[in-house]
C-alpha cells in the first residue's frame, strides 16, 4: 500500500514563514516614470467587473424566463 499521511513538518523552519502568504510582484507597474494616460485605472476596472458579474445572472435568468414565457403562450 502506498503511504499517503502527510509529510512531517521541518521542526527547524520557523512556522511563521511558512504559515504566511506568499509574495508575488504587483501586477500593476506604479513606479513608471512615464506619465501615460489611462483610460479606466485598475480600481474602474474591479467596479466594472463586479457590476457586471453582480448583474449577470439575474438578467439571464429573466430573459430565460421570458424567452420561455413567448414560447410557451405564443
Known sequence: MIDLSPQPQD?????????A??????AIKT???????QLFTYENAETG??????WAGPIVLLATLGL???WLFS
Open 11 to 19: 521542526k527547524t523552519a520557523d512556522t511563521t514563514e511558512l504559515s
Open 21 to 26: 502568504a506568499p509574495r508575488h510582484d504587483s
Open 31 to 37: 513606479s513608471s516614470s512615464k506619465k501615460h494616460f
Open 49 to 54: 467587473i463586479q457590476f457586471c458579474s453582480r
Open 68 to 70: 420561455l414565457g413567448w
